[in-house]
């Protein structure tokens, strides 16, 4: 059968505990021996015991010069935090320091911009700078409206050709239309009448007829009926 894990709690009975606590304590100073000899690492254990009783290993030199020299590892390893902590220090301190003058410079130039304060604050040299850099900004402002120009200037002429192109369409559907009503007279002559059915519109439902009719009387009457289809 395998073997259960074994639960790890204080041991109620005193004999036992102080036979588990001899048998634990010579195991883990021979394990302390054997890992400084195969490693040949300095290891100190200090060990007391539920009476107060110390029991202490050195595998190498004693137990006090390794405390010594823990002592001094863990001086050196606060110091060298503590210097970390103040060079940071220092760097936030300069880097502050820094940008408030880029702050100050930057209020400066735009008061300069404003023509706030400009006689008895700026050199000659730093006049000169101010007229190029303004120079150079009206150039680019300058660009920049002439592009947009361009861009609205394209736009109405497209614009213009769409409704040119929409004009032409409405004319060409107007004359359509006007040529469907036009009048075309024409006179045809049969067996004596004379026929003006062109003279009127195309789908009129009642044509136009023009009639010559001989009188008696040596004359000549014309009538105008209408025929029904």
Same mark, same amino acid.
């Given at each position: 059968?395998? %073997?259960?894990?074994?639960?790890?709690?204080?041991? &109620?009975?005193?004999?036992?505990?102080?036979?588990?606590? $001899?048998?634990?304590?010579?195991?883990?100073?021979?394990?302390?021996? /054997? #890992?400084?000899? +195969?490693?040949?690492?300095?290891? !100190?254990?200090?060990?007391?015991?539920?009476?107060?009783? +110390?029991?202490?290993?050195?595998?190498?030199?004693?137990? &006090? !010069?390794? @405390?010594? %020299?823990?002592?001094?590892? $863990?001086?050196?390893?606060?110091?060298?935090?503590?210097?970390?902590?103040?060079?940071?220090?220092? &760097?936030?301190?300069?880097?502050?320091?820094?940008?408030?003058?880029? @702050?100050?410079?930057?209020?400066?130039?735009? %008061? $300069?911009?404003?023509?706030?304060? @400009?006689?008895?604050?700026?050199? +000659?040299?730093?006049?000169?700078?101010?007229?190029?850099? #303004? /120079?150079?900004?009206?150039?680019?402002? %300058?660009?920049?409206?002439?592009?947009?120009?361009?861009? &609205?200037?394209?736009?109405?002429?497209?614009?213009?050709? @769409?409704?040119?192109?929409?004009?032409?369409? +409405?004319?060409?559907?107007?004359?359509?239309?006007?040529?469907?009503?036009?009048?075309?007279?024409?006179?045809?002559?049969?067996?004596?009448?004379?026929?003006?059915?062109?003279?009127?519109?195309?789908?009129?439902?009642?044509? #136009?007829?023009?009639?010559?009719?001989?009188?008696?009387?040596?004359?000549?009457?014309?009538?105008?009926?209408?025929?029904?289809?």
């Amino acid at each position: 059968m395998a %073997r259960g894990k074994v639960q790890l709690k204080r041991i &109620e009975n005193p004999v036992h505990r102080q036979v588990t606590f $001899c048998k634990r304590r010579m195991s883990l100073l021979k394990k302390a021996n /054997e #890992l400084s000899v +195969l490693c040949d690492a300095e290891i !100190g254990i200090i060990i007391f015991s539920t009476h107060g009783k +110390l029991y202490e290993l050195a595998t190498k030199g004693t137990m &006090e !010069g390794l @405390i010594d %020299r823990y002592k001094t590892a $863990c001086g050196d390893a606060h110091s060298t935090a503590g210097g970390g902590d103040a060079n940071q220090s220092q &760097e936030f301190k300069q880097e502050i320091s820094m940008l408030k003058k880029e @702050i100050d410079l930057l209020h400066k130039s735009l %008061r $300069c911009m404003l023509g706030e304060g @400009i006689a008895g604050h700026m050199t +000659l040299d730093e006049l000169l700078v101010l007229e190029k850099h #303004l /120079e150079m900004w009206m150039y680019h402002i %300058r660009a920049t409206k002439m592009q947009i120009m361009f861009q &609205e200037i394209q736009s109405l002429k497209n614009k213009e050709g @769409i409704l040119k192109a929409a004009n032409v369409f +409405l004319q060409e559907k107007i004359l359509e239309q006007n040529s469907l009503f036009d009048v075309s007279p024409m006179l045809v002559q049969q067996n004596g009448h004379f026929d003006a059915g062109q003279m009127v519109a195309a789908d009129s439902p009642y044509p #136009l007829t023009v009639q010559y009719e001989h009188s008696n009387l040596g004359g000549s009457d014309m009538g105008f009926s209408y025929l029904s289809q």
